[in-house]
């Protein structure tokens, strides 16, 4: 068994921003919504840390790294049931546990990110049982499509260095359907519920654009050049895109603000995701600039279309994940990653046929089974989905946790 130290300890770190990243993203979607629930939104946030860590362990790592059960690659077996015998293994360079626990924190975090749709409706005795069962069902397999070597999308070719479909993807198309499913906020859409504080928003926004650089230069598994080129694509495409998104919204709305510029950052981030270490920064400034217009677009739909997609999580993480994708088969150069391709600006177009073969797979099998699992939850959960429309004018801190977020 073969350890580097300074891969370790890369990897090591990098699980600590990406742990990061769930407590920065309770604060930035905590600052969203309305006072009387800030503190439900921030359990939907947190409990998915210690729900999903133990989902993992036990049964997670198994069905998404372990051997493929039949030919087509679709689930893993159970070879790492509770771990298996990996704490004293090498997964590459480092520690297989180390791989092990970096990985647990994107599944913690994605369906945390869901929760931005349905936030101040949702039960939370539902949102336990629906993220346990997302998680196994939807989450675990696609990583398995994606990043096992069994996996079917990974012998394919597609490409997704850190989470672009597997992570953003997945969990924008299944917080579409749950904001269609759950319907709309009460009042909604003659309310528009006002942010109540948008100073905790842009905390979180900080604290993801830190915990990002491990998300996308973790996923390099090294302290080396790879690692370095992942760390300045993040930074650069999520500039660019906070930049394009306040232009577009300054020129739409007439006046700039706070709230656009994290958004923009946000889409930024999420499009650069699948394609970071792939890609030069001249590509990332492009992915960039595209995604903050794009986004910006997504986010708009919910306006056009009449449903209640709360926080954006569909108009910024699912937009950009599918964006992202596509665009990681535009931009990609094999110069940069010999584990990677040529897409269609180095003269290979069938690497972007190939993206968009991952982009409707994962769409449509995260669409698919989020309805039914939400169908599932609405039937076996006491009171179903939805709290009652008193319970939901009170606010789910006090009906549902029995607790205050400010004490005025």
Request: hydrophobic fraction near 50%.
């Amino acid at each position: 068994m073969h350890i580097d130290t300074g891969d370790t300890a890369w990897l090591l770190v990098s699980s600590a921003f990406v742990l990061l990243m769930t407590p920065g993203l309770a604060l930035f979607y905590g600052g969203m919504v309305r006072r009387k629930n800030v503190l439900s939104t921030f359990m939907y946030v947190h409990f998915a840390l210690a729900l999903i860590t133990v989902q993992w362990v036990v049964v997670g790592y198994s069905l998404a790294f372990g051997d493929s059960v039949g030919a087509f690659g679709f689930i893993g077996d159970l070879k790492y049931f509770f771990t298996g015998s990996i704490a004293t293994e090498a997964r590459g360079t480092v520690p297989h546990l180390a791989f092990m626990a970096f990985q647990m924190k994107f599944a913690i975090i994605t369906p945390a990110l869901i929760a931005g749709a349905f936030v101040e409706r949702m039960r939370f005795s539902a949102y336990v049982f629906f993220a346990l069962m997302w998680t196994t069902f939807v989450y675990d397999p696609v990583a398995h499509w994606t990043w096992a070597e069994g996996g079917w999308l990974y012998k394919l070719g597609v490409l997704d260095f850190a989470g672009g479909t597997v992570v953003h993807l997945t969990a924008g198309v299944s917080a579409l359907v749950c904001a269609l499913v759950l319907g709309p906020r009460v009042g909604f859409p003659k309310e528009r519920p006002l942010p109540h504080n948008l100073t905790m928003t842009v905390t979180g926004a900080g604290l993801l654009w830190f915990g990002w650089f491990g998300f996308n230069a973790g996923s390099a598994l090294g302290a080396g050049n790879l690692a370095g080129l992942a760390f300045a694509t993040t930074h650069i495409s999520a500039a660019m895109a906070a930049l394009s998104w306040v232009m577009v919204e300054w020129m739409h709305r007439g006046r700039p603000t706070i709230l656009g510029f994290v958004s923009g950052l946000v889409a930024g981030l999420v499009a650069i995701t699948p394609a970071a270490g792939y890609v030069g920064p001249p590509a990332a400034l492009m992915i960039g600039f595209i995604s903050g217009i794009v986004c910006y677009g997504g986010v708009l739909l919910k306006e056009r279309f009449h449903y209640d997609d709360s926080l954006d999580a569909f108009g910024i993480h699912g937009v950009g994940g599918i964006l992202g994708a596509l665009l990681t088969g535009v931009f990609a150069q094999k110069i940069f990653n010999e584990a990677g391709n040529d897409g269609l600006l180095s003269g290979r177009p069938v690497q972007l046929w190939y993206q968009l073969i991952g982009v409707l797979a994962a769409g449509a099998y995260s669409g698919v089974l989020t309805y039914l699992l939400l169908k599932l939850t609405d039937k076996v959960i006491p009171g179903g989905l939805r709290v009652g429309r008193d319970e939901e004018r009170e606010g789910l801190d006090a009906t549902e946790h029995g607790e205050q977020g400010y004490v005025m």
